[in-house]
């Protein structure tokens, strides 16, 4: 496909600027060589006319001047003021150009035995054939500049088919393909050239792929390995009723972050997976936020903080409930841990979630970076991954989320699910 900014459409305009340029040197060169080989014999009918016209008049002085449609001619005697029109008087010897109302002349002024000859040659008609030859070579130049550059069209085609087919092999390559070189199919010695850096360049990525997913299986494996231990011993610490109130506490908080690290490795995890975007069967959002305002309430404590929530369980989305919970919780919890005081409204339609608190709320100066990762205001005390991971989800699924805080006037979230 033909494009403004591709290396064909260079090409074509290479050579129609080239051939623009050659087409007017080209023409300039012809009508300047015509101009002045017409000139040139010009002045050599009119030396020869004078030349005769001298000579006649010597063997006989009454001789009249030249005077025919393209040829007049004017004697002055010395020491004679009139016999000359005006328009040559003040001319000196050799030649110049004269325009007299619409006509143009070449003159060729003459001293010879105490007498000035005149001599004028109409070059009215001369002039405009220069005028109709001059703008033949303009239309000349321009059929050349369109040439050149349906020219270069189609040749730059047959220049840039190798390029274009490597880009093409590139661009729909896929993983199962890593194992065919891309070198093989090329034999233009530059564009093989270029086919193995490519080349070498996927097998660095394939290996760097792989080293990612092999460290991401085994870290997954032994964090869930670590995870399970300490969740089996806080559920065994959890039934043993020699512990305190508050040392069951503990226990449940360390039981919580367990399962908190669970979660969010769980959703980084299938966050990584390129194929996992549009994943997962129909999920009900009422029911994960059910679940997660429940799993949340520990947060609230025994804060004065009214909880109201609204659910639709009409909507279902198409995507992972893991994915989702990890949304939705992150959303939950941040409006439970930054609200001393006041409420917390979860509302829940058949198109959107909308969370809301009177909690201390985030500076207008930092709303556009509360999606950045790891961004956390002075009064955070979380890692500051918990909204971006949220922003993420949203692109994954194509969701809309805005954010709307202002400092000690709570916040808004907003997620629409519909696309």
């Known amino acids: 496909m033909f494009r403004l900014h591709s290396l064909r459409a260079r090409v074509a305009l290479y050579f129609a600027v080239f051939g623009a340029l050659l087409s007017l040197v080209m ?13 040139r014999l010009i002045d050599e009918t009119l030396t020869a006319e004078l030349d005769d016209y ?19 001619g004017f004697v002055r005697e010395a020491g004679e003021t009139d016999g000359v029109p005006d328009y040559l008087a003040t001319l000196a010897p050799g030649r110049h150009e004269v325009r007299v109302g619409t006509l143009s002349y070449r003159a060729a ?21 220069e005028r109709r030859f001059a703008q033949q070579l303009s239309i000349v130049s321009v059929a050349m500049t369109l040439l050149s550059a349906l020219l270069g069209f189609f040749l730059s085609g047959a220049a840039v088919a190798p390029v274009a087919d490597l880009a093409a092999r590139v661009r729909h390559r896929r993983p199962e393909d890593w194992d065919h070189p891309l ?3 090329f034999h233009d010695r530059e564009i093989e050239e270029l086919a193995g850096v490519f080349d070498r360049q996927l097998s660095r990525m394939r290996a760097f792929i792989e080293r990612e997913r092999a460290f991401g299986a085994d870290m997954s494996h032994e964090l869930r390995t670590a995870l399970a231990v300490i969740l089996s011993a806080t559920e065994v610490l959890l039934d043993d009723d020699t512990l305190s109130d508050k040392q069951k506490t503990r226990v449940q908080r360390i039981e919580r972050a367990a399962r908190d690290i669970a979660e969010l490795g769980t959703a980084l995890l299938l966050m990584a997976r390129e194929d996992h975007a549009q994943a997962g069967g129909g999920c009900q959002v009422a029911a994960v936020i059910e679940e997660a305002v429940e799993r949340q309430q520990h947060v609230l ?6 909880v109201d929530v609204q659910t639709d369980p009409t909507l279902v989305v198409t995507a992972d409930c893991g994915l989702v919970d990890i949304l939705v919780s992150n959303l939950v919890r941040n409006a439970f841990s930054y609200t001393d005081a006041g409420s917390v409204t979860i509302h829940q339609d058949s198109r959107s979630l909308v969370i ?6 985030i500076p207008a100066n930092a709303i556009d970076q509360a999606f950045l990762r790891h961004y956390r205001d002075i009064t955070s005390t979380g890692a500051g991954i918990g909204l971006s991971l949220v922003k993420r989800i949203c692109d994954r699924y194509g969701w809309q989320v805005r954010l709307e805080s202002g400092e000690q006037q709570g916040t808004t979230v907003t997620v629409v699910f519909a696309r």
């Open 301 to 306: 404590g025994s804060k004065p903080v009214a």
């Open 27 to 39: 023409a300039v060169m012809v009508y300047q060589s015509a101009h002045d080989l017409s000139v």
């Open 109 to 129: 002024v003459l001293d010879r035995d105490n007498a000035r000859y005149y001599l004028l040659y109409d070059i009215s008609l001369k002039l405009k054939r």
């Open 356 to 361: 809301s608190d009177t909690g201390r709320g």
């Open 183 to 185: 070198a093989e199919h």
């Open 54 to 72: 001298i000579a006649r008049r010597e063997r006989n002085p009454l001789s009249l001047p030249p005077s025919t449609v393209t040829l007049q």
